[in-house]
């Protein structure tokens, strides 16, 4: 039975995330490891994180000196990691019980080496308020107009680990990767609501920031001009609200 490596970068979430670390523990597939990275300056929170870690002997944590952000926390629980399989769990989403037994199986059976899941979207409450559904794959030429991915929805065979590494973003750190990963593997779907992401209200200094992220993906990533980069930055945004819609139940 093959070892699964969850990564789960921590800073404030402290009201999901003893929910997130049981959703990952609660799987029935067993043989795992949960990397959990402290990744916050104020460790008031820190030993409220050893109580839910010492609760199994799956979970280890890691504790960064400061603040380094979402980015290098994931690459430093990539490189930490033991198993074949890497899959990212953020701090205040959840699994359904069968996520990695099922999506390991559609893994294995098709040899993909890379597979995200459908997921279901929920509000800070818990209820349940939209469905994201997925396609069967995904190329670059698709994605490079909308991020359809859900983070917490994705593993990774371990074969893939030298391209593994999130650049240095507030916002569209995944975008980046699985843009890079998607020039050479096409990323496969596993059409089943598997797991439950949480939509936090977000203020617009993030809505801002997100912008400006995409921008970067164009020019910076991808090395598009600045026309090209501002209309694609259009076509993201566009995709982004339709997909709203899309999504509400």
């Known amino acids: 039975m093959d070892l699964v490596s969850i990564i789960i970068p921590y800073y404030k979430k402290k009201e999901y995330i003893y929910s997130t670390i049981k959703s990952a523990l609660n799987q029935n597939y067993k043989n795992l490891e949960i990397i959990v990275i402290y990744d916050d300056n104020d460790k008031s929170d820190l030993d409220f994180i050893k109580k839910i870690v010492n609760l199994d002997k799956k979970i280890k944590l890691i504790i960064n000196k400061k603040n380094f952000g979402v980015a ?17 769990l953020d701090s205040d989403d959840l699994w359904k019980k069968d996520k990695i037994k099922s999506q ?5 059976k098709n040899n993909y080496l890379i597979t995200h899941t459908n997921y279901q979207i929920i509000n800070e409450e ?11 794959k995904l190329e670059y030429r698709n994605l490079i107009y909308s991020c359809d991915i859900g983070l917490s929805t ?11 590494k999130f650049p240095n973003m507030k916002t569209k750190e995944d975008y980046v990767l699985w843009l890079k ?69």
């Open 72 to 88: 290098y926390s994931r690459n430093l629980g990539i490189k930490k990691s033991k198993g074949k399989y890497i899959a990212f």
């Open 104 to 108: 390991l199986r559609f893994m294995k």
């Open 126 to 136: 818990d209820k349940l308020i939209g469905l994201m559904e997925i396609k069967e």
């Open 154 to 164: 994705v593993m990774i065979d371990k074969k893939l680990k030298n391209s593994l």
């Open 181 to 249: 990963l998607s020039q050479k593997n096409t990323i496969y779907g596993l059409q089943k609501n598997l797991v439950l992401w949480r939509k936090n209200k977000n203020d617009l200094s993030y809505t801002v920031q997100k912008i400006k992220d995409a921008y970067t993906v164009y020019s910076k990533f991808l090395k598009f001009n600045l026309i090209k980069s501002l209309i694609f930055v259009i076509l993201l945004s566009m995709n982004f609200i339709k997909k709203a819609f899309i999504q509400k139940t």
